[in-house]
């Protein structure tokens, strides 16, 4: 009988006495899931960039001399995260620890970034970093380095020994198309070597083109994510996770220089976690948020990546741990450029899942996209269709499903464009306004300006919802 002199948590917690065994065991298990949940989402961000490397290096070698670029763009048989197939990409795995400081000869007119394995933003380069679009030489230094540092370069240290390069350039316009060549060129006068390497022993760079290729470049889903991640934290300084989240690892075993060896209520465990949290992250993102931060309009549908934040998801007073999470599930890299509201320069990526009605966008149905006169991209339009699992693209026919400015899409007698979405191509609606969906698969339409225009930021010119045709309907002319 409990004690009424007894204090509240003797009252509450079996009478003052220990748990019964079972109830013990069956807490711990619990408390071990929820600590691999926690590991799951803060990750996740490093795991995606994880996948992205092992997936490239496995087919394309490693070294900091190896720049794969997608020279005939990126289609639906890279399995990347939300890619872009309107721009040419370059990227690459850089290990500081392996090579110490690395100099970057950046091109002109790349539109790139560094980040540590965190994905953290080291620098933008570009037109927002601090070579303005000119190109220059970035030097990039290892965590705790304390030798000299030269003049004459962009300096930044990485928090991480394992540095991300990620580098986009413009295509050129072809004839009604996008002409890819000219976007190469500029990738392919890159050049990476270490700082104290002499000239005669750098090693020459090697461009191979990571086009056409059935290419998985995705973060694991099975127990593999846990021994990547011990992996990763063993190769990297101390200094790179701050403590209380190491002990959030340690508590599921996973420290730093010490074996990782779970017992088999402990796999178990992981193995839930590996197969729930990503089920977490898409129901958040399902279910909305409640202050509607990520909404870019009162009246639309549109949202944006960063819910209104930074671009490491900084609110006034918080890490917007949950925005995080579900952004690297569905997309990789994330840098001011992309967030910040900066005119003529930079991009904008608003995204929605949800068509005029509310309704979530599925590939069984046929979709209208209207876009207004003057759209204001000074450098380029895209819109693409995305798997709204993981941001990877739907596979049809088309491979390529995404379409943008450097095509001859019809216009509309004020201007406006209309652009189409669904399992079959509408009835005189031109290829080149038209994006292949697969049906019974739910999709995301992500509408890309890079050189965004003041436009844009004051709201004056806006896109429309997507709009479900019925079926039927004559959607042509």
């Known amino acids: 009988m409990s004690d009424q002199h007894a204090s509240p948590l003797v009252r509450q917690i079996n009478d003052g006495n220990w748990l ?39 087919q394309f070698g490693s070294g900091y ?17 939300t890619p872009n197939a309107d721009v040419i990409y370059a990227m690459s795995y850089l290990d500081l620890r ?64 394992n540095v991300f390069l990620f580098f986009r350039t413009i295509m050129g316009q072809g ?7 000219a976007g190469v060129a500029v990738a392919e006068r890159t ?68 074996p990782f060896e779970p017992t088999g209520w402990q796999s178990e465990q992981l193995q839930r976690a590996v197969e729930t949290a990503p089920k977490m992250i898409l129901a958040l993102a399902q279910l909305g948020r409640d202050d509607q931060r990520n909404r870019y309009y009162h009246d639309r549908q549109w949202e944006q990546a960063w819910a209104g934040g930074t671009a490491e998801w900084m609110q ?44 979530f966008l599925t590939g069984s149905s046929t979709y209208r996209l209207h876009l207004p006169a003057n759209i204001p991209a000074g450098l380029f339009w895209a819109a693409t269709a995305y798997n709204v699992i993981d941001g990877t693209m ?3 026919e088309q491979l390529l499903p995404s379409t943008n400015g450097y095509y001859e899409i019809p216009q509309n007698d004020d201007g406006s464009i209309d652009l189409w979405f669904g399992p079959a191509k509408p009835q005189d609606v031109t290829d080149a306004a038209f994006v292949q969906t697969v049906p019974g698969r739910d999709f995301i339409v ?32």
Request: charged share 25%.
């Open 316 to 359: 006034e007073s918080y890490l917007d741990v949950n925005t995080r999470a579900r952004f690297f599930q569905y997309a990789y890299s994330s840098a001011p450029a992309m967030n910040i509201h900066s005119t003529g320069a930079g991009s904008k990526y608003p995204f929605t899942y949800r068509d005029a009605d509310g309704d």
């Open 394 to 396: 739907p596979e049809t």
């Open 65 to 81: 001399n190896v720049l794969p670029i997608w020279k005939d763009r990126m289609d639906s048989r890279t399995w990347v995260p």
């Open 98 to 161: 392996e090579t110490g400081p690395l100099v970057v000869n950046a091109p002109a007119n790349v539109i790139g970034m560094f980040t540590d394995f965190f994905q953290r933003t080291i620098t933008d380069v570009g037109a927002i970093g601090p070579d303005r679009a000119r190109g220059g030489l970035y030097l990039l230094l290892p965590p705790g380095y304390d030798g000299h540092v030269p003049g004459g370069y962009f300096t930044f240290r990485s928090s991480t020994f």
């Open 191 to 258: 050049r990476i070597f270490p700082l104290w390497t002499e000239e005669k022993d750098a090693l020459p760079m090697e461009f191979p083109n990571a086009s056409g290729i059935r290419l998985d470049m995705m973060y694991p889903t099975d127990a593999t994510y846990w021994t990547k991640l011990k992996e990763f934290v063993d190769v990297e300084p101390v200094s790179a996770i701050d403590p209380e989240l190491r002990g959030v690892l340690a508590s599921i075993g996973i420290v730093k220089g010490q």
């Open 175 to 181: 004839d009604g198309e996008p002409d890819p060549a």
């Open 446 to 477: 992500a509408f890309r300006l890079y050189g965004t225009t003041s436009e844009f930021y004051d709201q004056t010119w806006r896109p429309d919802d997507l709009v479900k045709v019925p079926d039927g309907s004559d959607v042509g002319g």
């Open 20 to 58: 019964p065994q079972e109830e013990a065991e069956a807490l711990r298990a619990e408390l071990y899931y929820q600590r691999a949940i926690h590991t799951y989402f803060t990750m996740q961000p490093a795991l995606n960039v994880i996948g992205m490397r092992d997936g490239s290096e496995a």
